[in-house]
């Protein structure tokens, strides 16, 4: 990713048997130090197997070059 630009990232599950349209609430984290922005609602596009995820440019400008984490979190209405 180029810092200052405005990029989407495809999380795509490698379990195909998880359906993400299911979850009431999907989260994705980004980390690098002590930089963390967690994304959710209308930043994120949920599919079956998939989620796009938008950062704005300000976000972008945080991070330094160098490698940082990404996590998906959800939740399914039963509590799981």
């Known amino acids: 990713m180029i810092r200052g ?3 989407t990232f495809t ?3 490698a379990d195909d048997t998880v359906d993400l349209t299911q979850a009431v609430n999907v989260y994705a ?3 690098q130090g002590a930089v963390v922005i967690t994304k959710s609602g209308e930043d994120l596009e949920v599919s079956e197997h998939s989620v ?3 950062l704005d440019q300000s976000e ?3 991070f330094a070059p160098g ?3 990404i996590q998906l979190n ?3 209405a039963q509590g799981k």
Do not use: A, C, E, G
């Open 52 to 54: 796009d995820v938008y």
């Open 11 to 13: 999380l795509t599950l």
């Open 67 to 69: 490698n940082l984490q």
């Open 5 to 7: 630009t405005t990029p």
């Open 74 to 76: 959800w939740t399914y």
């Open 60 to 62: 972008t400008l945080k």
């Open 29 to 31: 984290t980004f980390k």
